[in-house]
């Protein structure tokens, strides 16, 4: 089976079976943090090429004295950390794997500010579709440096393969469970990526 094949074999059967888990999801965010219970954002596709990315809202809309918005540790609330710590808030993404926007295993798509800051060989990651999980986050999630983690992106775009995706998307239901790497030391999720030394 070829990995878009799978890909969108996957996405359906998971947004058939999981939309009761989605309903009961999306009640709970409006309830408790109120709307809208979508998160959506651009971020760069296969290329570099931008796409929204569509997730569970998990964080308060909470502002300075100035109008911007406070530091996530202060607006992710306790139930926006159950639902990253579970990766639940990741599942509407299973509606950008069925559109092509991303595979369910690649490297994570992130920040449209961070690719003027990619060495040549980081930007590398963005020769596939960006993932739900990838090979940094069975290997450690936010618990890696970001040097640590675009060498691992870079590996799986150079060794990628169907039996590689099923033994990272079986170590992603262990990693999940087991909710390792949640977070960076000292962090509420990562420190912004400011380029490699």
């Not at 359906?12 to 999306?26: M, R, Y």
């Not at 599942?91 to 990619?118: A, F, H, I």
Request: aromatic letters at 8%; proline letters at 7%.
């Amino acid at each position: 089976m070829s990995k878009r094949l799978l890909d969108i074999v996957a996405a359906a059967c998971g947004l058939l079976l999981l939309a009761p888990l989605l309903v009961l999801i999306g009640w709970q965010v409006r309830r408790r943090l109120g709307s809208p219970v979508l998160f959506r954002q651009r971020r760069p596709g296969r290329n570099g090429i931008p796409f929204e990315i569509i997730k569970f809202r998990t964080m308060r809309d909470a502002v300075d004295a100035h109008g911007e918005p406070l530091p996530d540790g202060e607006r992710l609330t306790p139930f926006g950390r159950l639902l990253r710590a579970s990766s639940l808030d990741e599942l509407p993404e299973l509606w950008n794997v069925l559109k092509g926007d991303m595979s369910l295993v690649g490297p994570r798509p992130l920040l449209m500010e961070y690719l003027p800051l990619y060495s040549p060989e980081q930007f590398r990651r963005h020769a596939v579709r960006p993932g739900i999980t990838g090979l940094a986050q069975v290997s450690g999630r936010n618990a890696l440096s970001w040097d640590e983690k675009f060498r691992l992106d870079v590996w799986y775009v150079d060794h990628q393969s169907f039996w590689l995706d099923l033994k990272i998307l079986g170590l992603t239901l262990h990693k999940v469970l087991a909710r390792e790497g949640i977070s960076a030391q000292g962090e509420a999720t990562m420190p912004k990526f400011t380029g490699s030394k």
